[in-house]
């Protein structure tokens, strides 16, 4: 019986490993150096506000700290920041089911804030979503 629990814990960190490796391997890498990107706000309302940012940032984060008159605060949790208000409009998922969204170049962002990797002439755009 011992054995078996030795063979399991030795198979289980093989596969830890494993997932380890291939994550480290195929996980988005940031690109370095100075890059112009546009992020766009689109209010609960329509309204658009663009900012055009030249950047050295990594991630949409940073840039978002570094576009002039964009305003925003979010909660930060084991999963990154959950984009809370953008230029002072709330969304809260527990009242109306509304909620920040991230397009990249007209796609649905598959990443928070922290980790979406901002490349050379990207189109962002953080949308008040709302699930019906």
Do not use: H
């Not at 050295?56 to 840039?63: M, P, V």
């Not at 978002?64 to 964009?70: F, H, K, S």
């Amino acid at each position: 019986m011992s054995q078996k629990i030795i063979i399991g814990g030795i198979i289980l960190a093989a596969l830890v490993a494993l997932f380890f490796v291939c994550y480290t391997l195929f996980a988005p890498k940031a690109a370095a150096g100075s890059k112009n990107i546009t992020i766009e706000v689109l209010s609960k309302e329509g309204t658009s506000t663009v900012y055009d940012v030249s950047t050295d940032a990594e991630y949409l984060r940073q840039a978002m700290e570094e576009a002039d008159g964009l305003e925003f605060a979010g909660e930060d949790s084991e999963y990154g920041m959950t984009i809370l208000e953008v230029n002072g409009e709330k969304a809260d998922y527990n009242v109306d089911g509304a909620y920040w969204s991230i397009l990249v170049n007209g796609e649905y962002g598959n990443y928070g804030a922290d980790a979406q990797i901002v490349t050379d002439g990207d189109a962002f755009q953080i949308v008040y979503t709302v699930m019906k």
